[in-house]
């Protein structure tokens, strides 16, 4: 479009030039040019701070070396130019704004660098979920009560199950898990992603991956198949999880602004509940459907056009590619294996590959764990909740106490 104005423009002659505001020279370029010649950049303004940007410099080159704790700050940066130099002329918010930029630009020329990136994720329908825990405050009878909201948030959808307990302990993580699990309908194939809390994980080992967990935790998540993927810990680990640290943030803004006052907390979890129903109505960011729309693709349906191979491959309903089940197929058989038919099987014993339902009339299978765990996880001591009670039994032969299919874990 410019170069046709310029065409224009130097077609009509002098006249044209000067009522364009343009010389022929200038023309001339443009047209002479395939692409367009790149901006000038002007020269910086001058300001009273540059005569002390070289004294700055040197401040933040000394700190490469100084102490973690030690080091220059903007307002020791700023306290030092007025005792040692006079610099009176000038301000903190000079100072401070200098010193943010090129901090970062000497820890590069010193190769320190580089800087942190992030990259946006990208998830599969029921594939990955993420769970975290945090704090709310409330008026529980009359008393200002600290609370805690457990936040299970498909990755995929957005799709978020939360519930209110009085602490952040074992019992009500497992108990957050089945009320969630109930909820969605399924399990996710894929990894949850957890913090290093208590009450999944007893130790950490190292800087990597490895993790000691807790015992009942290691029994709940194997008996309902549940891949754990534990974070880094401190504040890179949040940045692997950061969609229900984002979620835990938006829902306690919008839903526990002002504080709420309930009798109970079971009023307020049948408060959470409709909530979480309200949010499906949602957009996430600049996505163009809301969130109930992605939550539905991700539901098992048993109409799905997926198909499961006798090899353990699945296939993924709405793109039809191939997603091989990792899990072994020997070991998970169980003793019924010679009753088993050869062949794919009817269309009603295939099971969809978004979050896992039960197969009914395929026969049971023994989780790989079963000669390891010598009774199953029942209701912790002195349990003074019933709804701990009704805790898995990894002794139920097929499905789980919701229905769900018993699936170990890899």
């Not at 010389?23 to 950049?41: F, M, N």
Request: glycine share 10%.
């Amino acid at each position: 479009m410019k170069s046709a104005w310029y065409r224009d423009i130097a077609g009509g002659g002098p006249a044209a030039l000067a009522g364009g505001g343009v010389t022929w020279r200038t023309v001339r370029r443009a047209l002479d040019a395939q692409w367009p010649e790149p901006r000038k950049r002007h020269r910086p303004r001058t300001t009273r701070l540059d005569p002390y940007k070289r004294i700055i410099d040197g401040f933040l080159q000394a700190d490469l070396d100084a102490p973690p704790k030690q080091k220059h700050t903007s307002k020791r940066s700023f306290d030092r130019l007025v005792d040692e130099h006079g610099a009176y002329e000038i301000s903190y918010q000079m100072v401070r704004s200098y010193v943010a930029g090129r901090r970062k630009q000497i820890l590069l020329i010193a190769g320190r660098g580089p800087e942190s990136v992030f990259i946006p994720q990208s998830h599969i329908p029921g594939a990955e979920a993420e769970v975290d825990f945090g704090d709310v405050h409330i008026v529980l009878a009359g008393v200002p009560t600290r609370c805690y909201l457990f936040s299970f948030r498909l990755s995929y959808s957005g799709k978020a199950v939360h519930r209110v307990f009085a602490s952040c302990g074992q019992e009500a993580f497992i108990e957050g898990h089945v009320h969630a699990l109930k909820t969605l309908g399924g399990v996710p194939r894929g990894r949850v992603r957890y913090d290093n809390l208590k009450a999944a994980v007893s130790r950490v080992i190292g800087l990597g991956r490895m993790r000691v967990e807790a015992e009942r935790w290691t029994q709940f998540r194997s008996h309902w198949g549940v891949d754990a993927f534990y974070c880094r810990p401190g504040i890179e680990g949040a940045h692997e999880k950061g969609g229900v640290e984002g979620q835990v943030g938006y829902f306690r803004r919008n839903h526990f602004v002002p504080v709420p006052v309930v009798d109970s907390l079971a009023q307020l979890n049948a408060m959470v509940d409709q909530w979480d129903i309200d949010d499906e109505a949602r957009r996430i960011s600049s996505r163009p459907h809301m969130i109930g729309e992605y939550f539905r693709s991700e539901q098992p349906s048993e109409t799905a056009a997926g198909g499961a191979f006798r090899d353990g491959t699945l296939v993924h309903p709405a793109s039809g590619s191939l997603q091989p089940d990792h899990r072994p197929i020997q070991p998970l058989l169980g003793p019924r294996q010679a009753d088993r038919p050869d062949g794919p099987g009817p269309p009603e014993r295939q099971r969809p590959c978004r979050l896992r339902r039960p197969d009914r009339s395929r026969p049971a299978r023994a989780p790989q764990h079963q000669g390891r765990l010598p009774a199953a996880p029942g209701p912790l001591p002195r349990s003074p909740h019933p709804e701990a009670r009704r805790l898995p039994r990894l002794d139920r032969a097929g499905a789980g106490p919701l229905g769900w299919q018993v699936h170990p874990s890899p």
